[in-house]
């Protein structure tokens, strides 16, 4: 199983580690022309949402990556990631991929509460490590979002169909239960195509 990680800006390296430890090859993404090679599955790692549309505008990639997503390839979107497949960002005028029927709130912790960590259940899981930096939150979602992680009456991680956000950085922890929930959904997207 092959992911593409988007290179461009934040915490990728940490993803490709988490890829690495459950046995997935990781394929970086810095141009349109990686875009081309062979993936099952796409991740959007934090960093900066503004910044990492900003490159994925100028390098020609967002367009193509909407288009992977629409056509049902699975993507997971962390923090910044969440941000750009988010349909709606309360306090943005900018919108990136937007292909996801939610709405989020960006720094939404405020500055004081910029970074914590907590502990809470996910997609009914037990409970996981939870890094917060920065991060946004989800405060609606459209027909067909599921939500999995509430922590504090907020929603900090969501699907729909073939796609995954988390407001929290899971690849920064050791536990690997995000990695392994979205792997299985790239695994039966595979399936559903005859491919494995
Ligand atoms: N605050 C960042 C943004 O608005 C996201 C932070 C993160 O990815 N850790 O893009």
Do not use: W
């Not at 490159?55 to 288009?67: C, G, S, V, W």
């Not at 004081?112 to 009914?124: D, E, I, N, P």
């Not at 946004?136 to 900090?156: F, S």
């Amino acid at each position: 199983m092959t992911i593409g990680v988007l290179c461009l800006q934040g915490a990728f390296a940490e993803h490709e580690a988490r890829l690495q430890e459950l046995g997935a090859q990781a394929v970086e993404l810095r141009s349109a022309e990686d875009l081309q090679q062979p993936m099952d599955g796409l991740i959007l790692p934090g960093g900066e949402s503004t910044t990492m549309g900003k490159l994925l505008r100028d390098l020609d990639m967002l367009q193509p990556i909407q288009e992977k997503i629409r056509s049902g390839m699975p993507v997971f979107g962390t923090c910044a990631g969440l941000l750009l497949l988010a349909e709606q960002i309360e306090n943005d005028s900018r919108r990136h991929l937007a292909t996801m029927s939610i709405t989020a709130s960006r720094n939404a912790y405020g500055r004081q509460l910029g970074s914590f960590f907590t502990r809470q259940s996910f997609a009914g899981n037990g409970e996981i490590p939870m890094t917060f930096i920065r991060a946004p939150y989800i405060t609606q979602v459209g027909d067909g979002v599921e939500v999995l992680a509430v922590v504090d009456g907020k929603i900090v991680a969501a699907r729909q169909g073939n796609q995954l956000v988390t407001a929290f950085h899971p690849e920064l922890n050791p536990d690997t239960t995000v990695h392994a929930y979205f792997l299985q959904m790239v695994s039966h997207s595979m399936q559903a195509e005859g491919r494995n």
